[in-house]
């Protein structure tokens, strides 16, 4: 289906310049003297990579059909990850290159949406907040507060996150998955 410069909206996906774009924001724009614009941010859903585009009256581009598979993470296995579609309960091999930031707070058993167009995979999306074990930190500091600066902490998965002084090693905590920060003890 072809879009056409006034049809933009945040969160519609095009085709254009031969990769898949989700569009993060949008402004018409009417200059003084001149034709009207739209003035855009766009998102690579293939590389993650975000660029400001301006369209002009009479871009025409398709709009890219996105589909979103709930599936469970299964096991690690040669350089990437094997999900279990919980439709169909088909398995499905995706390389680590594809789920990027997804793999810092990823665990087995964990129920994601992995995003799709046509058969290739472009990205996996967590639930908002996970819980999660810290595997690595320095001690507890006594009297320690939430609002003091915090520490480093290692987590079952690799991650490091900073945490409030008074999280110990092997207590599970609550993080959110969108900007990898603390939330509170599960």
Do not use: C
């Amino acid at each position: 289906m072809a879009i056409g410069m006034n049809d933009l909206k945040t969160g519609l996906t095009i085709e254009y310049n031969n990769s898949i774009w989700r569009v993060l924001e949008f402004q018409h724009v009417k200059p003084g003297k001149g034709a009207a614009f739209v003035r855009s941010k766009l998102k690579n859903l293939r590389t993650g990579a975000v660029n400001e585009v301006t369209f002009r009256p009479g871009d025409k581009f398709e709009q890219a059909e996105i589909t979103t598979r709930p599936m469970s993470y299964l096991y690690a296995e040669n350089g990437g990850r094997v999900f279990m579609d919980t439709e169909t309960y088909e398995q499905i091999n995706i390389p680590d290159d594809n789920l990027q930031d997804a793999l810092k707070f990823m665990l087995e058993g964990m129920e994601v949406k992995i995003t799709m167009y046509g058969g290739e995979v472009l990205g996996a999306e967590l639930p908002s907040t996970v819980q999660i074990k810290v595997t690595e930190t320095q001690p507890g500091i006594k009297g320690a507060t939430a609002t003091g600066s915090g520490k480093p902490a290692t987590l079952e998965t690799g991650a490091v996150i900073t945490v409030p002084d008074f999280v110990k090693e092997g207590e599970t905590i609550i993080v959110n998955t969108d900007d990898g920060s603390y939330k509170g003890r599960a």
